[in-house]
Nanobody, 118 residues
Framework: QVRLVESGGGLVQAGGSLRLSCAAS????????SAWFRQAPGKQRELVAD???????NYADFVEGRFTISRDNAKKMVDLQMRSLKPEDTAVYYC????????????WGQGAQVTVSS
């Protein structure tokens, strides 16, 4: 069993930066691919980035080099550093772990609101 808790969301102006952190509990965390998803109002949840246990990463096209996902297995943390934020990045961001398919994960956090003002 893995429990995930996000932190670091908030309000930022367009062009600014935010860092989201996901703290995990559970002995098997380091074995799982982890990811960040987001869901904007009225839209479907979408994958932002994922990272395998050995650190291989994958990003959605809309990231365009602005975000960096990282993990520290010893500390059981997965972070998402976001730069050059745009108003369209406004969404609830979710940490996930335990990938079964590209968009299906077993464990989810409660979400963190990110609001980018223009």
């Amino acid at each position: 069993q893995v429990r995930l808790v996000e932190s670091g969301g908030g309000l930022v102006q367009a062009g600014g930066s935010l860092r989201l952190s996901c703290a995990a509990s559970g002995r098997t965390f380091s074995l799982h691919t982890s990811a960040w998803f987001r869901q904007a109002p009225g839209k479907q949840r979408e994958l932002v980035a994922d990272i395998t246990p050995d650190g291989s990463t994958n990003y959605a096209d809309f990231v365009e080099g602005r975000f960096t996902i990282s993990r520290d297995n010893a500390k059981k943390m997965v972070d998402l550093q976001m730069r050059s934020l745009k108003p369209e990045d406004t969404a609830v961001y979710y940490c996930a772990a335990g990938r079964t398919t590209r968009s299906t994960y077993t464990y989810w956090g409660q979400g963190a609101q990110v609001t980018v003002s223009s």
